[in-house]
């Protein structure tokens, strides 16, 4: 599936509280510059403690080159606002097939799939749901119970407003899905790529001429 829904800068849905939200402020500019997005900033108590962002491009890729560009963006600003009172470890990921849904593009590019979601007020009675992504709209999304019990409401319709985090369930139809999206971007990529060339020889060639 390829991500035709992404917008570059489109405002995330769930974003963060404290450290967290302050870190994300300063990062998010940067990861921007970079034509990509951030997807997620999240503390971890790994090796001491460990500062997890994930970012993708918007097409939905993230190559391990693209995390040391990331890294090396934030790096800078990070060391000089200090955000974090002790010391730990950066790390820089893409959001995995099993990823957090944070933008409404993501809810409708993922359409269909498995999510658990938790919503910030009560929905039919509950606050956690698990079901499959259905009738995306501009303001609500519905997830439909997977499996359905008889004589109770199996669709929650949760408005945008009231989601309070969102993640896709890791199946088999998910990861083929995600690998068909993956190589349809890198197929997309390697089609620019030749175009990029062409135009640099066109200048070494003009370059070239000039000189003479």
Excluded at 60 to 79: F, K, N, Q, W, Y
Excluded at 183 to 212: S, V
Aim: net charge negative; aromatic share 4%; with cysteine.
């Amino acid at each position: 599936m390829t991500d035709d829904t992404a917008m570059p800068h489109e405002e995330r849905l769930v974003t963060e509280t404290g450290v967290d939200a302050r870190i994300a402020e300063i990062v998010e500019p940067l990861i921007q510059s970079l034509d990509m997005r951030l997807v997620r900033v999240r503390q971890l108590s790994q090796n001491g403690l460990t500062l997890q962002i994930m970012a993708e491009r918007n097409d939905g890729t993230m190559s391990v080159e693209d995390c040391e560009a990331v890294s090396r963006a934030i790096s800078p600003a990070l060391d000089v606002e200090d955000p974090v009172e002790k010391a730990y470890h950066l790390e820089i990921s893409s959001p995995g097939i099993d990823r957090p849904l944070v933008r409404k593009s993501d809810f409708l590019r993922w359409e269909g799939h498995l999510a658990r979601c938790d919503a910030s007020v009560l929905i039919n009675g509950r606050k956690r749901f698990r079901g499959y992504i259905r009738d995306v709209t501009e303001t609500a999304f519905s997830v439909e119970r997977e499996q359905p019990v008889e004589g109770e409401i199996n669709i929650a319709v949760i408005p945008f407003s009231a989601l309070a985090e969102a993640k896709l369930v890791l199946t088999d139809e998910l990861v083929r899905e995600s690998l068909r999206a993956d190589k349809a971007a890198k197929a997309a990529q390697a089609l620019e790529e030749p175009a990029d060339d062409e135009n640099e020889e066109a200048g070494d060639a003009g370059e070239a001429g000039d000189k003479a």
